[in-house]
């Protein structure tokens, strides 16, 4: 982190100095107890649990050179203690004024889907000529955000940042505190469709993403998808489409050469040239993510064989749809989290592998409401279609989808209410020579069906 006093925390934040010193400075912004060093602010923040406020003198005793609070704190004499009215906020409103102050060309990502993968390949692409700070793993709320912020340092030459949702008025504000230049909207598809109403209110809520833009930005989306593909003359901004369906999108896939596990190979059309282009991780959605990649490239003149390494060269954030093979079983791991159009991804995955018997092992979408039944039993064609020769479910939802399924012919279906019943059928169940795909949202757990096939 960049030089910042107590001062620019009274400016950003509104706040009043309640002992200390107004010119003390401090080196990060740490809003994790536990993570306090010397010099720090430390940022209590209120938590279902924990109320970090408790904290506030093992942080001092740490080193830490100012403490925010919410609460009538006791006054510590000789320490730097500013009294906001909401820390969560004032954690924002901080990383809002230190992005501003130290501002670098910036790049945000959302979506339905895909979100990470996107971030990953786009900051691979980007720091072939940038140095470029992207957002770790998948710290895409309104205290990920800041964190990613905060790590802003003086070489870097571009950032990326992944921001995510569920509920309205959340982009907006994650849009407001990192000022994105350019925008990447992946998909616009069920997940959380319960707090959102319908994929209406999904679009709409992606698009707030916008709301600040001016005919300097430039917005990057998907020309496939049906509600992105209408984006154009919305606002002032630049749209710049991708997509496979369609040679009228600025940037498109043609030759698309899927080799299964080893990954995907296409030609990319871009501004009259093609470009041969290889994605070394599986899934024929990749295709898309590649795209979006390529379209920051170009925005940024990045050149295109430069382009074409960054996306080659990526690394996928773990626990994202990994391949793994244990005592001759083939783990697709995609149990991290899951929605409509990731288990449909997920399932073409599992289709590419080369492996006698191709297992589904599903839990169910949580955040759907009213729209669970329909979307679950719909994902019964997909299972079919991608070849699945043992269906396993777990949960309520899963029901839906495993009626789907035999609706639409398949045959060997197992399903469970929970996941522990699912660890101890697989236990018995799961041979050498599988490939076995494991998917659910992160409620149900599923990392102890991964955790049971890999030591059997
Ligand atoms: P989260 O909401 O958890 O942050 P995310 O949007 O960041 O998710 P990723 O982590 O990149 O998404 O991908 C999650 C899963 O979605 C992948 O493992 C894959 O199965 C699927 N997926 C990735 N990209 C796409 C895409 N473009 N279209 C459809 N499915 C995708
Ligand atoms: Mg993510």
Redesign the pocket.
Known sequence: MQAMTIEDVLKATGGTLLSGDIHQTFNDVISDSRKVTAGVLFVPLVGEKFDGHEFIKAAFDLGASAVLTQRDTELLVDKTIVKVEDTLKAFGDIAKYYKQKYNVPTVSVT????????KDMLASVLSQKYNTLKTMG?F?NEIGLPITIFGLEKEHEAAVL?M?MNHFGEIEHLADIGRPDVAVI??IGQ?HIENLGSREGIFKAKMEMTKLFTKDNTLIVNGDDDYLSKTKGMGEYKVVYYGITNPENDVYAKDIENNGLNGIKFTAVVDGGEYPIEVNIP?K??V??ALAAICVGREFDVPMDKIAEGIRSFELTKM??AVEEYNGITIIN?C??ASP??IK??LGVLADTDKNRKVAILGDVLEMGDFAKDAHYNLGKAVKENGVDLLITAGENMKYLAQGAKDNGVENIVSFDKTLEVCNYVKAEIKSGDAVLIKASRGMHFEEVYNTIKNK
């Open positions: 979506g339905s889907v895909g979100k990470t993968t996107t998948n895409n992944e995510g992946t998909n997940s899934g959605h990749n898309y993510n994202r749809l995609d991290y989290n159009d990731s991804a997920a």
